[in-house]
Structure formats: structure tokens, C-alpha cells
């Protein structure tokens, strides 16, 4: 082993011994030791590395577990599978692997040695825009893939204020939502101000570092930007005018209310073809930039025009200066619902032909505390989720409820 990658290996090792514990996503609990090859992927920010560390210094010997970021410039053309190999000879036995989609050809290599060495352990993070998200053939059969989404208003609870708030399933929630409307306002004093408060500022771990509100943010919109030119462009062979283009479409997005796309207005906004738009989307979605929604019934395709877009979550709208209150409040209940396949026998939020959602047949309005009931009114599995209202009766569910889905 050189001087070089012993070195790294140091500086590996030092993350892991500083990395704090008393903050721990779920995720940390779900990966285990004795699994050969699991992959983390998600967005920038939501806590990937972190999760690598907090798991070595937890789960691990750290006599024998290996920390280091495929970014770094030691890392060339093919040395990938050597590393491996001069590691393992000094007794290495599980590799964590940080940021491999910055790395070319990583899985070529991870399959090599995963084929090679039996008895070595892998874990991976890679963004949610790459290749390695696409069920690359190399590594389907042989990895376990976790996806990290942004908090949930319930984690952010625990990680700020170390409250332990209930988790539902949806159709628990439509079911008991009086009783746990009850139960929440026993446990906080306003849920309506705390749930508000998350959708400005808690969907990302960093929140965590810096109470200054403006910072937070202005780091959140410097995430996005960085995320379009560090992965999206690499992800997508983009250039860089079409970086600048992703951008400016992102602004665009930012500016609706929710933003209904027409896409031969977008093109010529943006100088580009339609297919190109089309293609655009699917990047930033990847990038977890934000949220297509479908109408119910259709199959989403890659080149077709979906029902809204939405950013990805409500921090991110309020980093990008959305302004407009009920793409901000349909940006949190989108946020709280779509990733929770596993809750629904559809497994998908999809745009309603009556209310602003559907979920398993079930029909959801999205408003303020003084929204009416005149838009669903005569469907049999209706309810108004409401922002401001911190009681569940009737038909109406509280907002911050939602919150509680993960």
C-alpha cells in the first residue's frame, strides 16, 4: 500500500471516529453486516455519508472496515480493483465506498472483485441520477439497494427535539385520524406551527448544523445547482449549455403554481426541442429536483407530458423562491405520500380526475384551513387534508398528519 492510499485510508478512519451518533436515520438500522453488496442511493445532502460512517462505527470493526470517497483524485482509470487488492492483503474485509458514481466503470470493477473474493463486504452510495440506479447488469443480481429520501416531518422531530412521534400507514390514518389528531396535540402544543416550520426547514439533516433560517436555505439552492453540474450533467453526457438549460427549467418549474408544463412554451423558453424538455425532466426528477405526478390511469412515459410538477420538497420550493401557497402545501402532502409504495396496493400518487390527489382509489384536496367541501363533495372516499387545522373531523385530516407516513 503507497504512502498515498495510506493516507486516505487515515483520513477514512478519522471520519468514522468523529462521525456523532446521536443522530441516526432509520436506514443505518436497515443495512447489515452479513449482506456482500448494498448500494445507498439518494439525493446530495440527504445524508448519505453520514449513514456510511454512522453504520462502520457502529456495526463494524473498524480494525478491519475501510472508508474512502471515489471522488478523490487518486482514484483513476481502472486502480479501483488494485485498491481493493492491496487493501485486502492488509486485512481490510469490508470496503465503504463513498460517491462511486463520481468513479468510471466502478461497477465493472465492484464486480470483480465481488466475484473474486468471497469473503469482502461492500458498501456503496452513488446519487439518484446515475447509471447505477438504472439496474445496471453487472450488479442486479448481486446488490441490495436502498433508496434515502429526505426527512419525514416525524424523523425531523426525533432528530431536533428527540420527540417519538407514532408512524401510520395511509389506510390507518384514514381509518383513526381523530383519535391521532388527538394523540399528536397531546405530545406538541401546535403541531400546525411545528409541521410549518419543517416545510420551511427540515427536510434535510443539514438543518441541523445552522438555526439561521436564510443560510439554510441559501446553501439548499447552492445543493440543487451544485447536483445539476456535479451529477445530472455527468449522468445525462449533458453540456454545458444544457446545464444552464436544467437550471433555467428549474427556475421555470419554481414559478408555478403548481406548475402545469406546456412544454412547446418551455421549449422555445429554453431554445431547445421538445424531446430535449421531455428529457430534462427525467434528469431532475433522477436528481430528486422534483416530482412528476400522473393522472390516474396513465402509464407514465418518458416522452409525454405529466398532469403537474412539483419541486422535489417543500424546503426546496421555499429555497427557490416558490411563492405560490398551494404548490407549497401540494409539495408537502406529495413529499409525505410518494415515497410509501409499500403503503398502497397501487403503489403510486397520481393526479385525481376530482381533487388534487389519489391514492388507492382514495381522493385527496389539498388546502387551507378554510377550503371547502364542495370539490369532493359526493365521493364516498374523500377527505380535505388541511394546513392550518389542527384537529381531524368529518372528512378533513390535518396536514402534519401526513407528516407521519415515514
Not at 9 to 25: L, N, P, T, Y
Not at 117 to 145: N, W
Request: one cysteine or more.
Amino acid at each position: 500500500m503507497d504512502n498515498s492510499l495510506l493516507q486516505l485510508v487515515d483520513f477514512g478512519a478519522a471520519r468514522i471516529a468523529s462521525v456523532k451518533m446521536d443522530h441516526k436515520r432509520s436506514i443505518v438500522q436497515e443495512l447489515r453486516v452479513d449482506d456482500r453488496l448494498q448500494i445507498i442511493l439518494g439525493a446530495r445532502g440527504v445524508g448519505k455519508t453520514t449513514c456510511l460512517l454512522q453504520f462502520a462505527k457502529g456495526y463494524l470493526d473498524t480494525n478491519t472496515a475501510v472508508y474512502l470517497s471515489l471522488d478523490d483524485g487518486y482514484f483513476g482509470a481502472d486502480n479501483l480493483i488494485e485498491v481493493v487488492d492491496d487493501l485486502r492483503l492488509e486485512g481490510y474485509t469490508h470496503f465503504i465506498f463513498d460517491e462511486v458514481h463520481r468513479y468510471k466503470n466502478w461497477s465493472q470493477q465492484i464486480k470483480v472483485a465481488y466475484d473474486r473474493y468471497p469473503s469482502l463486504y461492500f458498501l456503496l452510495t452513488g446519487s439518484s441520477v446515475s447509471k447505477l440506479s438504472e439496474g445496471d447488469a453487472d450488479l442486479s443480481r448481486r446488490a441490495i439497494r436502498l433508496s434515502l429520501e429526505v426527512l419525514s416531518w416525524r424523523e425531523w422531530m426525533l432528530l431536533n427535539q428527540q420527540m417519538v412521534l407514532p408512524k401510520y400507514t395511509v389506510r390507518e390514518l384514514i381509518k383513526n385520524a381523530e383519535r391521532y389528531s388527538e394523540e399528536i396535540t397531546s405530545l406538541i402544543k401546535d403541531p400546525v406551527k411545528s409541521f410549518r416550520a419543517y416545510m420551511r426547514r427540515g427536510c434535510y439533516p443539514y438543518a441541523l448544523e445552522n438555526q439561521d433560517e436564510t443560510r439554510y436555505l441559501q446553501r439548499l439552492r447552492t445543493s440543487a445547482m451544485t447536483a445539476i453540474d456535479v451529477d445530472v450533467v455527468p449522468a445525462g453526457n449533458a453540456s454545458t449549455e444544457t446545464a444552464r438549460k436544467l437550471k433555467r427549467l428549474l427556475v421555470l418549474i419554481a414559478a408555478g403554481s403548481p406548475y402545469t408544463i406546456k412544454i412547446n412554451t418551455v421549449a422555445n423558453q429554453l431554445a431547445t426541442s421538445r424531446n430535449q424538455v421531455y428529457q430534462m425532466l427525467d434528469l431532475l426528477e433522477g436528481a430528486r429536483l422534483i416530482r412528476r405526478l400522473w393522472m390516474s390511469g396513465k402509464t407514465p412515459k418518458t416522452l409525454a407530458k405529466p398532469e403537474k410538477i412539483y419541486l422535489n420538497n417543500p424546503n426546496l420550493a421555499h429555497a427557490l423562491a416558490v411563492s405560490d401557497v398551494g404548490h407549497f402545501r401540494e409539495c408537502a402532502f406529495i413529499t409525505c405520500t410518494q415515497p410509501l409504495g409499500d403503503l398502497f396496493s397501487g403503489g403510486e400518487v397520481w393526479a385525481s380526475k376530482y381533487a388534487d390527489f389519489e391514492i388507492d382509489t382514495i381522493h385527496f384536496e389539498v388546502g387551507g384551513s378554510s377550503k371547502k367541501n364542495k370539490q369532493i363533495q359526493g365521493l364516498k372516499r374523500a377527505y380535505r387534508v388541511l394546513d392550518g387545522e389542527p384537529k381531524a373531523f368529518s372528512n378533513v385530516i390535518p396536514s402534519y398528519l401526513f407528516g407521519c407516513l415515514s
